[in-house]
């Protein structure tokens, strides 16, 4: 039953049970991370009463209450050592979550470009995250953090002077969800908001929250250790770090990652995707096409950036292990894993772009249940090489690095809350040089790639002949 405006969050909250949620290797390996997403919302209808704070924010609780009580709980150690959410109902972790008036118009943070899809809107709007925080006034967006203020929930509602649009930005801790997951979320919490005045509505398909339905998927799964593992092996400097039987207090000891704030937009409208594809191997799929387009294009950068080239190029692709095993659809927590590929230089740059995306696309076929148990196991009982493995993967003279998260087939126009699906979307700054996410955007079919690497390496990027046919730079 949704409640009145007149309800506290902890009125709504009364009704939650005690609990503890013990997490996963995966969830407990994301400590100091988030995940994050900024969406504007135009009003084409001028209702007064657009995007409503209350109607959010009382449906933000409500379906905490009833379907998501992990995000009021706190990060912790139980009596056992086991890495745990506790939720105490009389010491909740209560959502971050505030309006802001932004004294400006939303239009003067886009740049616009000219649709290439005849069909399509004449015209495409990109948020720039860089003039926001220099010309908006209102500094930095917060971020979830279970270190400084116990909120693994940060929300914001942005609302611009003499503007139809409104802006939901939202950080939650990676402890607790995936992009997956986390987009799960907001359309439950979506449709808590269109059914907002009926009492009786109910989410058809719950999350499981349930750490245990992972594990017993992977409980009799025979590890396949990867090739890459093997490579940083044989990398390694050796560190003199042991895993102990439990890792949950070394892991969960990790700091926050601070957001890298030299991040970049690249949109390619549909229409090149398909040329790009069909120009480099039409019997590949955009995701390795690009990919293979992207690792050639930065170790060319990186060398000019540089004057030197990398001596390995780290290739890695995250895939979602619901896909891969048989961990239900509805599980609400950390299945995503990555696939890394590692090329030398040479083989890079003399390759074709088709075969740079057949040498790709052969590593992630090997990404079943039994890879991504090896990849837990590493987690689980080598510390040292998994931080001497971050350590190699950026873009510096000795690797270059590209991290390609890809969101494009993710639901984000069912996140509706009564007044249309988002419009545009993006991102907060991020953690991890050399990490891209793609969105879709649904205006020409295409995606919009954001990238962090360093803007010295970004200059010689932008100049890269083969991009230069499908990619429009936008920032």
């Not at 009021?72 to 109902?89: C, E, Q, T, W, Y």
Request: aromatic share 12%.
């Amino acid at each position: 039953m949704l409640s009145s405006n007149d309800e506290t969050p902890r009125d709504i909250f009364k009704g939650i049970r005690p609990q503890e949620i013990e997490l996963g290797t995966v969830d407990i390996a994301n400590c100091g991370v988030r995940v994050d997403g900024i969406y504007f919302y135009k009003n084409t209808t001028n209702s007064p009463n657009f995007m409503s704070v209350d109607i959010l924010s009382c449906s933000l609780y409500k379906v905490i209450a009833d379907y998501y009580p992990i995000l009021a709980g706190h990060l912790k150690l139980n009596i056992k050592g086991k890495a745990v959410i506790s939720v105490d109902p009389d010491n909740l972790c209560i959502p971050d979550f505030r309006e802001i008036h932004v004294d400006h118009p939303a239009e003067s943070f886009f740049i616009t470009r000219p649709s290439k899809e005849s069909s399509k809107d004449d015209c495409l709007s990109f948020f720039n995250l860089h003039k926001f925080y220099r010309a908006s006034g209102i500094g930095r967006l917060p971020y979830a953090t279970y270190y400084r203020d116990n909120a693994a929930v940060v929300i914001r509602i942005l609302r611009f002077k003499d503007s139809p649009y409104v802006a939901l930005t939202y950080s939650i801790s990676h402890v607790v969800f995936d992009a997956t997951s986390t987009i799960s979320f907001i359309k439950h919490w979506a449709e808590y908001s269109r059914n907002f005045n009926n009492p009786e509505h109910k989410i058809t398909l719950p999350p499981e929250h349930n750490r245990d339905v992972m594990h017993k998927c992977f409980e009799t799964v025979e590890p396949n250790e990867p090739s890459f593992i093997k490579h940083f092996r044989e990398t390694a400097v050796p560190l003199n770090i042991q895993s102990p039987e439990n890792i949950a207090p070394i892991l969960l000891s990790a700091p926050d990652m601070l957001p890298f704030e030299e991040q970049h937009l690249l949109h390619i409208s549909g229409t090149n995707l398909e040329r790009m594809r069909h120009d480099t191997d039409s019997s590949q799929t955009t995701i390795m096409v690009l990919t293979a387009a992207l690792t050639k294009a930065m170790v060319q950068a990186n060398t000019k950036a540089l004057n030197r080239t990398p001596k390995t190029a780290y290739v890695a692709v995250a895939y979602d292990g619901r896909q891969r095993s048989g961990v239900p659809q509805n599980f609400s927590g950390n299945t995503s894993f990555i696939c890394v590929t590692p090329l030398s230089f040479k083989s890079v740059l003399e390759d074709s772009n088709k075969a740079l995306a057949h040498k790709i696309k052969e590593s992630c076929l090997k990404t079943d249940s039994s890879y991504s148990k090896a990849y837990i196991e590493v987690v689980e009982k080598e510390l040292g090489l998994l931080y001497h493995s971050g350590a190699l993967l950026g873009n510096n003279i000795q690797s270059s690095y590209i991290l390609l998260s890809y969101l494009r087939h993710l639901p984000f126009n069912a996140l509706d809350f009564g007044y249309g699906a988002p419009n545009i979307l993006s991102f907060d700054y991020f953690s991890k040089e050399g990490m891209c996410r793609v969105y879709p955007n649904y205006k020409d079919d295409g995606i919009d790639l954001f990238i962090n690497y360093w803007d010295a390496h970004f200059e010689h990027l932008r100049k890269d002949q083969f991009l230069a046919k499908y990619v429009d730079f936008i920032y």
